[in-house]
């Protein structure tokens, strides 16, 4: 599956957020969404899951029109994780996550929606949360659960906003593994809208980096996440170090 975005333009009211943007992305592949605060990644996501709509241009999904195809069959093909979430209290972590089946499911849930959601809450190792009330876990332990309802969906691609803001570090770098490790596996999509840069060059294959409502660049993170980069989008003086274990930005100071 192939998702293009071609010359997209979002506005709130009369404030341009941003203005003919253009990327593709396919499946097999993790793109990161960068940018400081203000320019456009929440946004741009919510526009490619239809929450808001398109201002101008198109979004083509494999070469098709994506506002020519129907919401349900628009579900099984993309599943979205908004950064903030609106859950009824006392629902069950294991309702929650069966939620995601919904496109598949007609008056009776099956054994194969329910073999979705153990798979979906064993891959985010939260198992021992099944039985719990989403309103009485934590704000980390919530985004996994909706991370989970997304994975039950089984869609062809994923739009994630902010999905490790509410997680600890450990959680953060589990939680982008595992979802690497899907989108390589299963040889689905992921479009993922992140603040940490380091998060983006360890699990990211393409990142699109926006400022001013722009694109800055877009590419291999390797070649798109530079100093010069870093210093221009963010105003903030780095530095790119290789270690054994993989590159690093090491920012230290605003510049002026």
Excluded: C
């Amino acid at each position: 599956m192939k998702i293009s975005v071609e010359h997209l333009t979002q506005k709130y009211g009369q404030h341009v957020v941003f203005e003919d943007v253009s990327f593709t992305t396919e499946s097999g592949k993790v793109t990161a969404l960068l940018g400081p605060n203000g320019s456009g990644k929440s946004t741009l996501i919510k526009t490619i899951a239809d929450i808001l709509p398109m201002k101008g241009g198109r979004i083509l999904v494999n070469d098709t029109d994506i506002t020519t195809v129907s919401k349900a069959e628009r579900a099984k093909m993309i599943g979205y994780v908004p950064q903030y979430f609106h859950y009824t209290s006392f629902t069950s972590v294991l309702d929650t996550v069966l939620i995601g089946r919904r496109p598949y499911m007609s008056w009776s849930v099956s054994d194969e929606d329910l073999e979705a959601v153990d798979a979906a809450l064993s891959t985010m190792h939260i198992e021992e949360l099944a039985d719990r009330f989403v309103n009485e876990l934590s704000g980390g332990q919530r985004q996994r659960v909706f991370i989970a309802r997304a994975l039950a969906q089984n869609p062809e691609f994923f739009l994630f906003d902010e999905p490790t803001s509410s997680l600890d570090l450990r959680h953060q770098l589990e939680t982008l593994a595992v979802m690497q490790d899907v989108v390589h596996k299963n040889n689905s999509g992921m479009i993922v809208a992140l603040h940490d840069l380091n998060l983006a060059l360890r699990y990211a294959d393409h990142v699109v980096l926006l400022k001013d409502g722009a694109i800055y660049a877009n590419g291999k993170p390797e070649d798109v996440l530079t100093a010069e980069a870093v210093r221009d989008v963010y105003g903030v003086e780095s530095e790119v170090v290789e270690k054994e274990t993989g590159r690093f930005i090491l920012s230290y100071e605003p510049s002026y």
